[in-house]
């Protein structure tokens, strides 16, 4: 059987950059809070609506966009404000109220899964169940000619933007007065407190970046795919979580290379003939990793973590 | 407020349209001519069927244009008397939503409330499973329009209860053998691609019955891949089987999957016929498929481009009555209603019991469908039609419409 | 002498324990003033409510004649007073380095925080040379010359330090206290909570005993360390 390799690279390349991308803002989330954020995925869809929105005005809440009011770049920096801010919503709403109190992790964990679906229903509600979609021709999804391999320009953008905010996430966390905060924030708050930080600025900063990166994440697969509907989330919810259990809770490397993992296992066991069993391939993966690596391929146990 | 004045205008309008139709009708001998039964003498002034279309919601966009195939059939038949001089049919519509508990709800009340003569719905077959048992225990004839599922009409355990059951919507099992075959015939393939979702009892039904209609037709299968439901991304599979260079990618896939499948193939630049299930036969293809769309083919009971007599005063009066084109759901809806009173003509009675004997014993009825009968589990015989889209429509796949489509 | 910091019948209660029952004492600028007391006695209770972490049921902290009662611990480090809490605390998954310049979270003033760092790495060698290592790494005693010297980065205008030589070795216990002489002797007011009450009386300037949550005695530090009652409890 003829396998098209470099096709198929291509096909896993730029998969795996978004669901990285997704990956990272679940990561984040879980290094500060130590919690999985399960609304992520809603707020993924938020950000592809906020996108479609802004770039096609109120025919989207009747009809489906038919012209676009304004250049389609926008939708991308659209996604992530808007995200973003869906994302801080989310926290005061689902989350602030039980850390006030401290209530278990699992009551957190509960709250999210209520925010999700709630943010899904308000979606459904302003947007109607139906598929949304930018008008033909308004994307630039016709391959770019002149390679031997299929790609489109969309996909090359989502790509080169997905590694760019990985890298400046990486640089963020790790070398930025801000990033030091929500370590020590993840790692006490109390002592964070005590050093000055407003742990609560903390919270919504931290859900903003990681909202930003959800709807980012969100828009360029509404873009690639053109297809946007209120349940875009659910498809690669669980992906996420399986890349960054695999990449190791919390760790940022990990939910990079977890998702370019997970994309090249998905699309080679379907290049290799066995579609039918690809799930199969990567949740044997994910349990061989964790029967050997009980923290995931970076992960760094609990007192290490972002 | 805005939408009941809209209900009005159209279905005055829907009204004030079927007269030159009636004209028609009654010169030409179209509808209703069938000469099986005389004129009915003994019905009384009033005869019911009810209807269980899903009406709001998302279904609604199937549900909309059934409950205007009904009403537009009703009109007809009460304007011709085709029940008799002094009969009117009425037709009483029920919402049954979009999943079994309503449909069950909304059967349960038209049952109650009324004296019928027949069900005509509901529109999905799991509702269909769930709901039409009901019609069954309280002796109430059920027709299905737009069910295609396998087994639909010997559901039961007790064979009696499934004499109560027919459809008139061409199983997928009838269609697809049909569309292998002309597809072949029109396009000389000679080995094909298989993409197919395998965790759906719709989905793999349709895969089972390409394979069986390819190996009938001697098409080589090149290649055969898989998807799972809500899958998003099929370039993958896609860039496997369009390595293999077939002469056609046969799909077996729901619209939530068969539009990004089609998009993402025409992407990886594919551009040679798509073939797919009924799973396909959705104006979702054209509206969210676009260009990409263009050379997909898809079997069907009934197709807005085909010739027959029948057929094209139903889409002209259609078109008349409600200003938009009517669909398969719209034609088999019609029929459905049709047929329906077909049977209480014949029976000469608005029990639902003698509606039934009728009903069975329709053959060779002149339909926009084509020559209709039900064979002996009331399922339908009548040929189906092979479809193209072209230039953003589904056209009858001939060829003339082929060689327009791939350049031959 | 200024009053830095003047505590008025403070009352602390989790739930239904009362920790401290009207607990009232000051603080003057350039003093070092200790809180001794046993296991339980509401040392850590007192300090954790100056810093805003916990909030007192009645009773008042003025700050430089300001009332910051109830502040937000985060307000109250903003404020100048810098707490070095108990079991050290350094940010385990931060370098020794990082932990230094989240000691100086507040200050935007660059080129001086360099200064500040540098200045704690010349005071502990030890630090300098695992700079680049995370904080969780280090020794115990390490551990505390870290959190030590992430406080001074901050530049407070009170130190509050809880009970910095638990857990240590003796020689260490020495040094702590050595390091804490040298920051008194740049001037720095500081409020010592101790168990160790011999080490304690020995640095500081004036002295309060805590016994369930009640002031018991309080003098000049010299005073106390004559005291028949203190030495048969505290220094026996
Ligand atoms: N979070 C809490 N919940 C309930 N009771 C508490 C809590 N923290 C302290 N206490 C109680 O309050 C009293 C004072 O405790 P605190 O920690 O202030 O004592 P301490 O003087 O610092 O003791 P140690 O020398 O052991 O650190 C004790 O009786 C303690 O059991
Ligand atoms: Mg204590």
Redesign the pocket.
Known sequence: MDINVPQQLVNALWLGGLYSLFALGYALIFSVLGLLNLSHSAVFACGAFVGLYTACGDEVFTTTCTELDRPIWIVIPAAMIGAGIVSVAVDRVAFWPLRKRNAPRMNQLISSIGAAALLVNLLQIQFGAAQQRFPFGSIPNDPVSGLPVVITPIQITALVIALGLMFALRILVKRTRLGREMRTVAFNERVASLLGVNVDRTYMTAFFIAGALAGAAGMMYGLAFNSMTPFMGESVSLKGLTVIVLGGLGSIEGAVIGGFLIAAIEVFSVALGRSDIRDAFVFLLLFVILVVRPRGLLGQGVEDRA | MKTLIRTIVVLTFALVAVVPFQVQAQDGGGMGAWDGCPVPENLPEEVTIGAVFGLSGNIAAYGEPQKRGVELAVAEINEAGYLGEGTTLIAVFEDGGSDGEASIAAMDKLIAENELAAVIGPTLSAQAFAADPIAAENGVVVLGVSNTAAGLTTMNEDEELDQFIFRNSLPEANVIPNTITKSTEILGLERVGVIYGNDDDFTLSGYDAFADALEASEVEVVRTETFARGDVDFSPQLTNIINDDPDAIVVSALIAEAVPVVLQARQLGYTGPIIGGNGFNSPALFAQGGEAAEGVIVGAAWNIGSPSELSVTFTETFTEAYGAAPDQFAAQAYTGAWLVATAIRCADSADSADVREALAAIVDYPTPLGSFSFDETRNPVHEPVVQIVQEGMFKLLTEETAAQAFGE | MTTLLQIKELQ?S??A????RGISFEVHLGQVVSLI????????????TLSGL?KPRSGQVNFEDQDITGWRADRVTRRGLVQVP?GRQVIAPLTVRENLEMGAYLRRDKAEIEQDIQAVFDRFPRLKERHHQKAGSLSGGEQQMLALGRALVARPKLVML??PS?GLAPLLVNEVFAIIRSIKEEGKTILL?E?NARKALEIADYAYV?E??QIRHHGPADELRQNEAIIKAYLG
């Open positions: 602390v989790y739930g324990i009362i920790a401290l007391g046993a296991n339980g006695a509401g040392k850590s209770t007192t300090i954790n916990i108990e809880d009970e638990m909570v168990q805590l369930r949550g």
